[in-house]
């Protein structure tokens, strides 16, 4: 059986962790990273009733998107529902972990699968992510640059797009002339030597660098490896929050909104007016994505379809775009599947379940 520690890899090396928010708090918040793991519930929330279910089903791990602990606790002593699960979990020996803004702001994350269900083509994230991107420069010997190379991509450096193992190498000569008590891979104690070495340019996210660096010094023949970092001013190419793409062929406002009750399952949309008339491109935000608006109106998006819109930001919408609220729940609900999906790819040794308790606390009448 996994442990929570494996499955927590799992799932963070499609949404590393620190792709997070800084107000957020993924992770894992209640467990042990080293239980083993026989059954798994997926939920959006968790409340005492899908704490129960879990129970009932024998899971010992919930994953949630949102974080049941978000802020500081000073005393559990049961008095709302987050202290009396936190109780309950530790009792029933629940392990308790939070997938939320990291999976919000990674390509093929929250609003990639809503794009995704909708049809949408060509979709990229509408705001690159907030992550520091560095360029790794090595020099190996010819001969060793293989399993240089090999090592830096296993340490998931080299990613652009959808494209891996991406870095450019260049054929050159090294010099350097080993000094008393060294013991060289190649030339002798105090002699010049000129290597034929080739040049290993790369790319990752600055947080992958002391993991990158600890494969390729393993990989490197040297006993002193000489590498550069340099700091990079490139947004992020692939990762970010929100989500736009295109219609394959253009659609009739009313005809749009009317599909997109249906694929979310929502009875009613609170949208500004139509002011297009026909919807071609489309952004959008899971969850609370009022903050993207610029953004979805500097790509000349159609429509805007995200939750928790408040009145006064509808007329932000300037009569250039449609505001399409679906709900924060309903935005979010497909977010389950991704979870799933991954778990049913990468174990075979266990069970996952979609909860069937509806955490929405929002009724419509
Ligand atoms: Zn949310």
Redesign the pocket.
Known sequence: MPTVKEIISCLETFAPAQYQESYDNSGLQIGNISNEISSVLLSLDVTEEVLDEAIELGANLIIA??PLIFSGIKRITGRNYIERVIQKAIKSDIAIYACHTNIDNVSQGVSFRMAQKLGLIGVKALRPADISLVKLVTFVPEAQAVQVRNAIFKARAGHIGNYDCCSFNLQGTGTFRPLEGTNPFSGQVGQLQLEPETRIETILPDFLTNQVVSAMIKAHPYEEVAYDIYPLKNAHPVHGSGAVGELSAAVDSATFLKTLKEVFNVPTIRHTRLVKKQIKKVALCG??GSFLLKDARRANADIFITGDFKYHQFFEAENDIIIADIG?FES?QFTLEIFYELLMKNFSKFAVRFTKVNTNPINYS
């Open positions: 998107h949102h969850g609370s924060h979010e």
